[in-house]
Structure formats: C-alpha cells, structure tokens
C-alpha cells in the first residue's frame, strides 16, 4: 500500500498530555457569550440578581456551578441569589 493512516499526534496541533483545568468561575463576557446577550445586558442582569454572579473586588465573577444550576433549573426553585424566596422577599 503507498499511503500509510497515521493517528493525529502532537505535529498536527494536538498536545498529547495537556489537560486544561477546569476553573472555578467565568466573566460575565463569558456568561454573556454562552447566553447570546450583549455584554452590557449581561452585566445588568448580574446586578438584579438575575443571573447568579458574586462581586471579587471591583469586579463580578460568575460561579460555574451555580451558573449551571441556575440554567439548568436544577436549583430547586432557588433564584439567581440562592435564597428560597425570590428577589420581592415573600
């Protein structure tokens, strides 16, 4: 046979050990981009409470479990803040 099947390695773009970590949080950018909304609608639902973000100095990060629960609707019927009652206190 002239050609030979090679499996993808390393030379073709492909790091064999690398392992990304899995982090923590994402940017409201981030969150932004996965829920297709502009950046400045991102950010004000981070500030109603609707979309679950905590504040890390000056800025807003967005804890990936919670973020995911929250989308899911895995949170029970918590809202973004992860109280059992909604924002209105009832």
């Known amino acids: 046979m002239p050609f030979e099947l090679r499996q993808a390695g390393p030379w073709m773009g492909e790091a064999a050990s690398e392992v990304k970590p899995v982090r923590a949080v994402y940017t409201v950018k981030e969150v932004a981009a996965m829920l297709s909304l502009s950046v400045s609608s991102a950010y004000a639902l981070v500030r109603a409470g609707q979309i679950p973000a905590e504040r890390l100095g000056r ?16 949170a029970g019927g918590l809202s973004a803040t992860g109280t059992d009652s909604p924002r209105g206190g009832w």
Do not use: K, N, Q, T
Request: aromatic share 18%.
């Open 59 to 74: 800025r807003w990060v967005v804890p990936r479990s919670r973020f995911h629960a929250w989308l899911d609707g895995a």
